[in-house]
């Protein structure tokens, strides 16, 4: 399915990510203990006094910079790339107030509305992140930063050169204005995401002091370094809070230009962009144009791919990608078909139960559900063999539970054992493999006994909750996409006694839905990361459980889950977080707040042959928006349908 991403990390650094969400904020998971450009974090710079503020090209998690102060370009980019052109694509991921198929506003750093794709493309933000490394920014907007000894007030010292695209200075007035209106008035996410910052204020023009709170998590610099800068002029006469199809004024490499609302939208690379030439965008920004399709439906989605309407398409549909291209211009080589890796780990996906209601708040009657799904036939029938089956909340990552816990992981838990569930301490909770039947009967046997043991009881062919009422479930969606996928599902629960239904409702409605907490069980695919901290309070913590239009789309509520979330905060190596993120998901994974679905580390992909790229792309992102370009040659040749 379409990729939902947090307010994290490098969604947020990355603005121009292939995502159409890329909103400039920060990216999946960052940190907070900063790396110095030539010292370690526990030594002062040569010939500065070691009380003294230590200046930066950039700022990593676990300091660890991989680039030097004079680094002339990312690895993955082709610095003599050239430009022009158009690159035209399907909206493929979300975030924040944006839905997957049609837009009413541009401004996607609020609740309200539903967002525009791409809308990251428009601003900058003061420092960036190389798709190369987990969790490093190097500066853009700033050229450095200077970091007190005890790490809680930040000096961002600003480019005089950086320019909106009126022509106007950006300063650190804007700067400032930025953070403190996102921390008062933006999207729950983001006020939740810069709950650590104390004070933003502008010291002269060109530098912006950044204070932090005593007890901030490792991410604390990074996610305010990541954030998008507004013009603090043009909101003078704008209300920041409110919906608009006003395109708005920013820095970036690209401006808003034509668009027809929850049609398309186009964005117009800017001539003279004032940060072309710096070494974390030389290479990148490569089309003149980027245009995003919205489609209501993925069936007339493929076929607009097929006729040429738009030139970029990832594959989320198992049967499709298997199947469905065997046109013409497959045939001919006019369009490519590739398997695109991405060592990103984003393979966390499944049906999600509102656990907010009460008929699921019973971990019993949630492992029971869960039982009725039979990935193997799923996969082998409807899914051609794919996939693999998802067991963890950090899927396809080091930070996945699996067998016994560890010493490290017991030390974590055992402080808790008295309000933990036995099993955490057992083997990590897994999907049980089935016959491939499509209706394994023992383990629905095994979901009857669980449902029994939870108070439920079988009145003739349904099943009663508890408290009398029959037991029904409605799976929300806004496609149809999932529902061959579904429907065995559907089946087997009816065979329990389930009344069972699955709902599509147009995509407005649905994030209206999601936003309100007003569903039963909804399909979710997220990742956390490489380093994960913020992105988990925004996931699993109790803070967000009630939060509109929060990540924590069960309604996680747990102690133990807080607390190790907060260890996981502020750890000082990638080893400790390792184990802590261990024990987490030893925890969610017993309490069984949904029924994962499947993965595969790769992204399919199919375009049409006019471009050219990089010889090698990034480690954690696919880098097409961002860094491939238009060959003149190819696209002179090339013979679209009907054109």
């Known amino acids: 399915m379409p990729f939902s991403l947090p307010f994290t990390r490098r969604l947020l650094l990355r603005r121009a990510a292939l995502a159409p969400a890329a909103l400039g904020l920060a990216a999946p998971q960052l940190a907070g203990f900063d790396a110095f450009a030539d010292a370690g974090a526990d030594a002062a710079p040569k010939g500065r006094a070691p009380d003294a503020e230590r200046e930066t090209h950039g700022l990593s998690i676990f300091g ?144 912006v002091m950044v204070r932090l709170k005593a007890q901030r998590s490792r991410e604390a610099p990074l996610i305010v370094a990541g954030q998008p800068i507004f013009s603090k002029a043009y909101y003078a006469a704008h209300e920041f809070d409110q919906t608009t199809l006003e395109p708005p004024l920013g820095s970036g490499a690209y401006k808003v230009g034509r668009f027809d609302q929850g049609r398309y939208i186009v964005f117009e690379r800017v001539p003279d962009y004032w940060g072309a030439s710096l070494p974390v965008n030389v290479g990148q920004s490569n089309f003149d144009r980027v245009r995003f399709e919205y489609f209501a439906d993925r069936k007339v989605a493929f076929e607009g791919f097929k006729a040429g309407t738009f030139t970029f398409r990832e594959e989320f549909t198992s049967a499709v990608w298997a199947t469905g291209y065997d046109f013409a211009a497959v045939k001919d080589g006019r369009v490519r078909r590739e398997s695109l890796p991405d060592e990103s780990p984003m393979g966390t996906q499944g049906w999600f139960f509102n656990m907010r209601r009460d008929k699921f708040k019973d971990e019993r009657v949630r492992e029971g559900l869960g039982l009725a799904f039979d990935f193997e036939w799923t996969n082998r029938n409807i899914m051609y063999g794919v996939y693999s089956r998802t067991v963890s909340f950090f899927q396809n990552s080091p930070f996945a539970a699996s067998g016994l816990p560890s010493p490290q992981e017991l030390a974590l838990l055992e402080p808790f054992r008295a309000e ?15 016959d491939g039947s499509g209706q394994d009967r023992a383990l629905l046997r095994q979901a009857n006994e669980l449902f029994t043991a939870a108070g439920c009881k079988r009145q003739g062919a349904s099943l009663l909750l508890p408290d009398g009422k029959p037991f029904e479930i409605e799976f929300l969606d806004f496609d149809g996409a999932l529902e061959p996928h579904t429907a065995p599902f559907i089946k087997n629960l009816r065979l329990l006694g389930i009344e069972a239904r699955y709902r599509i409702v147009d995509a407005a409605q649905y994030k209206r839905r999601l936003d309100d907490f007003d569903f039963d069980v909804v399909t979710s695919r997220f990742g956390l990361g490489l380093a994960p901290g ?99 040659g190819k696209a002179a040749a090339m013979k679209f349908p009907g054109r």
């Open 64 to 207: 660890d910079l991989a680039l030097p102060p004079d680094f002339p370009h990312f690895a993955y980019v082709d610095p003599n790339a050239p430009k022009g052109g158009e690159i035209s694509l399907q909206v493929s991921s979300t975030s924040g107030n944006q839905n997957f198929t049609t837009f009413n506003t541009l401004n996607i750093f609020i609740l309200k509305g539903d967002g525009a794709a791409g809308m990251g493309l428009v601003f900058d933000t003061l420092m960036t992140g190389n798709a190369d490394e987990p969790d490093s920014l190097y500066g853009l907007v700033a050229r450095a930063v200077r970091v007190s000894p005890d790490r809680s007030t930040y000096r961002f010292l600003l480019r005089r050169e950086a320019r909106f695209h009126d022509g106007s200075p950006l300063s650190a007035q804007d700067v400032a204005f930025s953070l403190n209106i996102l921390k008062d008035k933006g999207h729950p996410s983001i006020r939740q995401a810069l709950r650590d910052l104390d004070a933003a204020e502008a010291e002269a023009d060109d530098v």
């Open 420 to 434: 933990l569930d036995p099993k955490v301490f057992g083997e990590a909770a897994t999907p049980p493999v089935s």
């Open 534 to 632: 913020e992105g988990m309070r925004a996931t699993f913590g109790s803070q967000s459980a009630d939060l509109p239009g929060s990540r924590n789309i069960s309604g996680i509520r747990s102690k133990v889950v807080d607390a190790l979330i907060e260890k996981a905060l502020v750890v000082e190596t990638r080893e400790e977080l390792v184990e802590i993120c261990r024990a987490i998901d030893r925890i969610l994974r017993a309490m069984h707040p949904w029924v994962p679905m499947w993965n595969k580390p790769n992204h399919l992909v199919a375009f049409w042959d006019v471009f050219g790229r990089p010889e090698r792309g990034p480690r954690y992102e696919m880098g097409v928006v961002n860094n491939w370009w238009i060959d003149a």
